[in-house]
């Protein structure tokens, strides 16, 4: 039984274009190996010709000029190099993020406040949704930049970032946002977001791992986080990886936008009304959240709070059936992390201990899909079926 | 699905020869780390279950060819363990952190885990050996073989549950044994150094550890009297927490006879001293007993451990209500630290325990009654 990938937030299987522009590149091409791009023979030529070719499909895929594309290691660099590349010597100022960030934003912005900026972080509501208004409260003149993501990778909820751009900047303040779990999943216009700075993944969207992008807007600021080379127009020194952005380069002429967008929402949807019909009849009695539900959220991500299962157990249930979801949060140990997002939508513990995070993407089929809910109300039945006895104190309790 | 076997696997030679030893006899075994603390809050908290471990522990299970899973349960462990080991010192007791642990955290989550996967056992590489009663088909624990590295002793509260699905493969090997069958099955761990102290403490320094953790609860132990069993003041000691129950040395006090470490009063803040007979103890007050199979409604001669390395003394166990004791030694026992746990045997039969209230010393009603002077922690 082939297995059923279902976890395309933690890392989306390489694409089948971005596959076959990288195996090109690793044969020579009519007797000339693939040099540093920055080298003034044929190699050098040939890997810079692959690297700008890159760059323009990123920048296509975003609505930018390639000159605001800077290729990065991944999306937490990207967004590392956005925050305190904002950062000039002399007086420390003042940044405001959201409470559902990804660590990549929340501990850079952590890292500001060890050197004497101030933080504030901005609640979301029970969706998970920041509004725009808390936003605005909390500018102050010292006030430098305000990062918010564009959409969550636990819960896929999508925040109002136009809106919450359009005010930020009005004030003359920078803007950055994660848009890691967006770009390729929906469309994405920096123009019409309206934003300074873009994290970008190429693994999010079917490229290789170990490359992103970060847009930055053309004149606004951006301090390089390494020293070396000058590579990137002194942003990011470092030989640019030529193989791996020929790879995230076909991921993004790839996207297939709004068709990829619809399918998977579709799929999202159908996943969701096949696990609730299947617990509707299902002869034990088990309460589902879908948590972001009501908000606006990127197809195909599913935050399910299954009441009173263990979601460890769940997922290693799944696995073991040949099923790859998560728990949404994960420790790079490979257990998992209380979730600081779910938190900050006011789940308890217990149910934040209960939820489980369904991704699929554009290679998930509708079979797929139903075998899943099937699998997933099997297991969680199963689970609950089993009972949850209290922790036993070990003494006096037999 | 098969009849599977989860493993707990702490990266450590035992638990990976355990997982090898029930992978060659043909069971279905799936490996499972328990992540108890936070390694990336600064240095290396602990000598055992880092992340490196777990990644030792999952190349052992690749070699094996076993499903293998790490499950995050700091929380519990901190509630269960971390607080319990602060809460003892406080009281001036001695925690046994290992004993709470094992049937608290691991068993639970690993017995728990097991029923959620259908999995008819749990093994670990404990050593120690289950008993079933052929008359009647319960279970309880033995001593293993290699005497000299018997942990059954920080089993004895598992519960009946825990006990009945537990299996450990290294019961009947010697640590000679096990480190030759890792070598035989070419295991990666094979000459990994063990961790002989509390796992949660580095280099064994749990006063380290127990300031830290009191600090982020804005608490300090005070310096305070050391005093004899009349009362009398002999030096100052440092917070009681750094002295143990019958240590001799590194009391500070010059005197003419050897003195031992005979209490910890945390009321008045006090570290009581006295000679080797005080150290001695005939009767010792036990609450929260357990029993493998029936608890016994009369008196009972046992061989009870004090400590873990502890050779054993005779004594009469008189069960009392709530699940709490009387040991009358035989002989009488020395260092019986109040929070450890009083572990009976008959032969290498485990038959129950439970944990040390307070011995039962001519000196120590005396020394209570004594108006409170300082409190032992301090905000």
Same mark, same amino acid.
């Given at each position: ?11 989306s ?11 090109r ?15 003034p ?30 290729? @990065?290691?991944?999306? /937490? ?18 940044? @405001? ?33 920041? %509004? ?28 109002? &970032?136009r ?12 803007? %950055? ?25 190429? %693994? ?6 170990? !490359? ?7 004149g ?18 470092? /030989? ?45 009695? &088990? ?17 399910? /709070?299954?009441?009173?299962?263990d ?11 040949g ?16 979730? %600081? ?13 209960? /939820?489980?995070? &369904? ?5 998930t089929?509708?079979?797929? !899909? ?15 079926? !089993? ?12 | ?15 990976? =020869? ?67 080991f602060?809460a ?104 990994? =150094? ?13 006063r ?16 305070g009297?050391? =005093?004899?069993?009349r ?13 143990t ?11 003419s ?14 570290? =009581? ?71 009976f ?35």
């Amino acid at each position: 039984m082939r297995r059923v990938y279902l976890d395309h937030n933690a890392t989306s299987p390489l694409g089948p274009e971005a596959r076959s522009a990288m195996r090109r590149l690793l044969d020579e091409e009519a007797g000339v190996p693939l040099g540093n791009p920055s080298s003034p023979h044929a190699s050098g030529h040939r890997a810079r010709l692959v690297v700008e070719e890159a760059r323009r499909a990123v920048s296509r895929l975003i609505g930018a000029a390639p000159s605001e594309v800077v290729f @990065v290691s991944g999306g /937490t660099e990207a967004d590392n190099l956005a925050i305190q590349g904002i950062v000039e010597p002399g007086e420390p100022a003042h940044l @405001v993020t959201s409470s559902v960030e990804h660590p990549a934003v929340l501990e850079a912005c952590r890292k500001l406040r060890e050197r004497g900026w101030e933080l504030t972080v901005v609640g979301v509501d029970r969706d998970g949704r920041v %509004h725009p208004d808390d936003v605005m409260k909390t500018l102050r003149r010292e006030t430098r930049m305000v990062s918010i993501m564009t959409a969550n990778n636990e819960t896929g909820v999508i925040q109002p &970032i136009r809106e919450i751009a359009a005010g930020v900047r009005e004030r003359g303040i920078l803007f %950055h946002t994660d848009a890691v779990q967006s770009v390729g999943k929906r469309e994405i216009d920096v123009g019409a977001l309206g934003v300074d700075y873009l994290a970008i993944s190429s %693994h999010k969207m079917g490229g290789p791992v170990g !490359i992103g992008a970060l847009y930055v807007r053309e004149g606004a600021p951006l301090r390089p986080l390494l020293q070396g080379g000058g590579q990137e127009r002194r942003r990011r020194p470092g /030989t640019e990886a030529a193989l791996l952005a020929a790879g995230f380069g076909a991921a993004a002429d790839a996207v297939r936008l709004p068709g990829d967008e619809d399918r998977m929402r579709g799929l999202r949807d159908l996943l969701e009304a096949e696990v609730r019909r299947h617990l509707a009849v299902s002869a034990v009695d &088990i309460g589902l959240v879908i948590n972001g539900e009501a908000a606006p959220r990127v197809a195909g991500t599913s935050s399910m /709070t299954f009441a009173g299962i263990d979601n460890e157990a769940l997922v290693i249930k799944m696995d073991l059936a040949g099923y790859a979801i998560s728990t949404g949060s994960a420790c790079s140990t490979g257990s998992t992390r209380p979730s %600081h997002v779910l938190s900050a939508m006011g789940l308890s513990s217990t149910a934040i201990a209960s /939820t489980v995070r &369904i991704s699929l993407g554009p290679s998930t089929t509708e079979e797929e !899909i139903r075998r899943a809910a099937e699998a997933l109300t099997d297991a969680v039945a199963e689970l609950a079926s !089993i009972g949850r006895a209290p922790l036993a104190s070990g003494a006096g309790s037999r | 699905m098969m009849a599977t076997i989860l493993v707990g696997m702490s990266g450590g030679v035992d638990s990976s =020869v355990a997982a090898a030893l029930l992978v060659e006899a043909g069971h279905e075994v799936i490996g499972v780390s328990l992540q108890l603390y936070d390694h990336s809050a600064g240095g290396r908290l602990a000598r055992c279950c880092s992340p490196e471990d777990f990644i030792d522990a999952r190349r052992v299970a690749a070699a094996l060819g076993i499903r293998y899973y790490v499950i995050n349960k700091e929380e519990a462990f901190s509630r269960h363990v971390l607080d319990d080991f602060v809460a003892e010192y406080r009281r001036g007791r001695t925690p046994n952190p290992c004993v709470r642990c094992n049937s608290s955290v691991k068993f639970e989550t690993l017995v728990r885990l097991a029923r959620g996967l259908s999995a008819t056992a749990v093994a670990t590489g404990h050593y120690a050996r289950v008993f079933t009663d052929p008359a009647t088909g319960r279970r309880s624990l033995l001593r293993a073989c290699d005497r000299a590295k018997d942990q059954s002793y920080f089993l004895f509260n598992l519960t009946d549950e825990q006990v009945r699905l537990a299996m450990f493969p290294l019961g009947e090997l010697s640590k000679q044994d096990v480190r030759l069958a890792a070598r035989r099955l070419g295991l990666e761990t094979a000459d990994k =150094v063990e961790s002989q102290d509390v796992c949660f403490v580095e280099g064994g320094d749990y006063r380290e550890f127990l300031r830290r953790r009191l600090e982020e609860s804005g608490e300090r132990e005070a310096a305070g009297p050391i =005093v004899d069993s009349r009362g009398k003041t002999l030096g100052l000691h440092q917070g009681l927490s750094r002295y143990t129950i019958g240590q001799r040395h590194g009391l500070g006090i010059a005197a003419s006879r050897r003195l031992y470490v005979i209490a910890r009063n945390p009321s008045g803040n006090e570290l =009581v001293v006295g000679g080797p007979e005080e150290l001695c103890c005939s009767e010792v007050a036990l609450d929260e007993t357990s029993y493998f199979g029936d608890a016994p409604c009369s008196p009972f001669e046992a061989t009870v451990q004090v400590r873990h390395r502890d050779p054993g003394t005779r004594a009469l166990v008189t069960p009392g209500r709530a699940g709490q004791a009387a040991l009358r030694f035989i002989e009488p026992a020395r260092g019986v630290a109040p929070g450890q746990a009083a572990v009976f045997y008959s032969g290498d039969r485990l038959l129950g325990g439970g944990w040390i209230a307070r011995g039962t010393q001519a000196i120590l009603p005396r020394v209570a009654r004594r108006a409170p002077a300082r409190a032992a922690v301090a905000k």
